[in-house]
């Protein structure tokens, strides 16, 4: 039982190249998120899919797109990496559904926009 | 304002000691209250989880929620080194059906 799988761990990415994030988790969940978190801010969310088919904006959703491949895979794409993007980046799900057991979290992908 | 006000620490104690983390919150639509535990380098894990205000104890834990201050707190009795992480408060949007999380709360207990 994986839970959530997050690749890669860490990358270092120049200015204006472009990457994907990838998330997959293996406990049937509905909803998926994806997080940013900076010393000081805290968690802040991006993107989330609240169930296969449909995405939504977060509170910083500029410069990421999303992609629900299916109901196991939610990816996130920087087009042209900044280094704001300097981050590190969380996956999480949950059942959804109205459900509210909390969330499972990745391990995280540890970026850097040089 | 933010949602919800988490003091980011760090807090420092010495082995054995209790530890009191608190979280307080503005919006009256949130109905479940959580606490999370991350490691360096580690993704958040649940630690607890609470509906009603009240007590809810697990163990070293202990999660107290009062709706009617809206403050909650996370207890850690006989505190011990592996119990240095960053905790975060999270708490369920009924409105938004999402998590809010608090900025997290760095614990370093000391032998």
């Known amino acids: 039982n994986a839970g959530v799988t997050q690749t890669p761990k860490f990358q270092v990415l120049k200015t204006g190249q472009s990457m994907t994030l990838q998330c997959a988790q293996d406990?049937?969940?509905?909803?998926m998120y994806w997080y940013r978190q900076d010393p000081g801010m805290g968690l802040r969310l991006i993107y989330y899919?609240?169930?296969?088919?449909?995405?939504d904006k977060g509170e910083v959703p500029n410069g990421y797109n999303v992609s629900r491949l299916n109901k196991r895979e939610f990816s996130l794409r920087l087009e042209s990496a900044a280094p704001s993007q300097t981050s590190v980046y969380f996956c999480a799900s949950t059942l959804g559904g109205g459900s509210n057991y909390g969330y499972t979290f990745g391990s995280g992908t540890r970026l850097t926009v040089v | 304002q933010k949602e919800v006000e988490q003091d980011p620490g760090p807090l420092s104690v010495p082995e054995g000691a209790i530890v009191s983390l608190n979280c307080t919150y503005s919006?009256?639509?949130?109905?479940?209250f959580m606490w999370y535990r991350q490691y360096s380098r580690k993704g958040p894990e649940l630690l607890m989880y609470t509906y009603s205000s009240g007590n809810k104890e697990d163990g070293r834990f202990t999660a107290q929620v009062d709706k009617s201050s809206k403050y909650i707190s996370l207890f850690i009795r006989d505190s011990q080194p592996s119990d240095s992480a960053t905790y975060l408060c999270?708490?369920?949007?009924?409105?938004?059906?999402?998590?809010?999380f608090g900025t997290g709360t760095r614990l370093l207990v000391s032998p």
């Open positions: 999270a708490i369920w949007h009924t409105g938004f059906q999402k998590l809010v």
């Open positions: 899919s609240a169930s296969e088919g449909t995405t």
């Open positions: 406990m049937n969940h509905n909803s």
């Open positions: 919006n009256s639509a949130f109905q479940y």
